[in-house]
């Protein structure tokens, strides 16, 4: 009768740890996920760094080779103050405020480089076009740290939907989050072009 007590208490004890294992391995989990999310977040907003970076150099370049309208340059410069004040922590209203304030941004980038199509002697100096290889590599970079952040996101959220780590989610908080998504009838972000 004993052996049989102690029979049960050991496969009670057995089918507890692996619980345990289970609820801990996961929980674990999700705090890597979460942390890959972050991680993510944190190369876009280093590549639109770069890019805030980038821009007046694009402006000095202009102005120092010709007499560039000021009204151009001083509505990429408002751009650029926008977009550097935006911050804070990651949530898909963030995702979108900094979305926009980046496309008006790259827009601004975009009307320079239209009206710099009427002054050759800046499309031909060395710096604008170093500047202008810059820019392009940063432009994928960005659309490449997008896609890192939504494939980071959407691997947390397979894991917080998915049946039994769920309850494991629920349990401990982790919530679904958003990733970027295209704005209303476009198939992508504005990117500076050349």
Do not use: C, H
Not at 95 to 108: C, F, G, M, P
Not at 136 to 150: L, Q, S
Request: aromatic residues 10%; positive net charge; proline residues 2%.
């Amino acid at each position: 009768m004993q052996a049989g007590k102690f029979r049960g208490y050991l496969i009670a004890g057995a089918v507890l740890l692996v619980v345990v294992i289970y609820f801990v391995s996961t929980y674990n989990g999700f705090v890597k996920k979460e942390e890959k999310v972050k991680l993510q977040w944190s190369e876009v907003q280093n590549t639109y760094q770069r890019r805030l970076d980038l821009i007046p150099n694009l402006v000095n370049v202009v102005k120092g080779v010709s007499g560039f309208e000021q009204t151009v340059l001083q509505q990429i410069a408002e751009a650029r103050s926008r977009a550097m004040n935006m911050a804070g922590e990651i949530t898909a209203g963030n995702y979108e405020k900094q979305r926009i304030l980046q496309d008006s941004l790259a827009s601004s980038a975009n009307r320079i480089i239209l009206l710099i199509e009427n002054y050759p002697s800046v499309k031909s100096t060395a710096a604008y076009t170093g500047l202008q290889a810059q820019l392009e590599g940063t432009e994928r970079r960005i659309r490449v740290a997008r896609n890192d952040f939504n494939e980071a996101v959407a691997n947390y959220n397979k894991a917080a939907r998915a049946f039994p780590s769920s309850l494991v989610a629920r349990l401990f908080g982790f919530k679904i989050k958003e990733g970027f998504e295209a704005a209303a009838g476009s198939d992508k972000a504005i990117e500076i072009k050349f």
